[in-house]
T-cell receptor
Framework: AQSVSQHNHHVILSEAASLELGCNYS??????LFWYVQYPGQHLQLLLK??????LVKGIKGFEAEFIKSKFSFNLRKPSVQWSDTAEYFC?????????????FGQGTTLQVKP | NAGVTQTPKFRVLKTGQSMTLLCAQD?????MYWYRQDPGMGLRLIHY???????AKGEVPDGYNVSRLKKQNFLLGLESAAPSQTSVYFC??????????????FGAGSRLTVL
């Protein structure tokens, strides 16, 4: 079955530390890839997406992600986190062939940034 | 522009009771989705719709029914609520992107507790 795995369930960092959240998926075909963020008490918002082209994509608030096809990975990075980045982060995959737009989500990673 | 609106935001039910969650979008999106979010499990797709009058099952459809009588509305019904259906429910919608290359817009969520 298709699945998305986020390796880090709970990450605690101090402000200005660098962040990398891992995401791997199990699907052999062409995929569309997403990172969504959920701030405390809010709904999910799109951070960034990859459909095609340059495998290094930049999103909002200084986040970026790199698609490595050979590793089936789409890791999220930020060079210097802020307290306001405290949130839950979800990686999601849409198989190109599905044509329905439905997403398969990872389990989520809770990021806590200490001031 | 309200985006995706879910009602109610909170609800407490007793086991065996029924209820309907309403999702309304004003973006003229073709696709609509219902997800449930549970701790440590990310978001799981319950049902989805690719157009008015059409519905399809997602990953966890048991115990739920849906209807899409109007393009802008997607209803999620629980016929006989069970404690296992205690969750936060998110509705989302999107345009019909080619090959699934579409971005979902999420509602604020509906927190349901079944006693």
């Amino acid at each position: 079955a298709q699945s998305v795995s986020q390796h880090n369930h709970h990450v605690i960092l101090s402000e200005a530390a660098s962040l990398e959240l891992g995401c791997n998926y199990s699907y052999g075909g062409t995929v569309n890839l997403f990172w969504y963020v959920q701030y405390p008490g809010q709904h999910l918002q799109l951070l960034l997406k990859y459909f095609s082209g340059d495998p290094l994509v930049k999103g909002i608030k200084g986040f970026e992600a790199e698609f490595i096809k050979s590793k089936f990975s789409f890791n999220l990075r930020k060079p210097s986190v802020q307290w306001s980045d405290t949130a839950e982060y979800f990686c999601a995959v849409n198989p190109y062939s599905s044509n329905t737009g439905k997403l398969i989500f990872g389990q989520g990673t809770t990021l806590q940034v200490k001031p | 522009n309200a985006g995706v609106t879910q009602t109610p935001k909170f609800r407490v039910l007793k086991t065996g009771q029924s209820m309907t969650l309403l999702c309304a979008q004003d973006m003229n999106h073709e696709y609509m989705y219902w997800y449930r979010q549970d701790p440590g499990m990310g978001l799981r797709l319950i049902h989805y719709s690719v157009g008015e009058g059409t519905t399809a099952k997602g990953e966890v459809p048991d115990g739920y029914n849906v209807s899409r009588l109007k393009k802008q509305n997607f209803l999620l019904g629980l016929e006989s609520a069970a404690p296992s259906q205690t969750s936060v429910y998110f509705c989302a919608s999107s345009y019909a992107g080619q090959g699934g290359a579409n971005v979902l817009t999420f509602g604020a969520g509906s927190r349901l507790t079944v006693l």
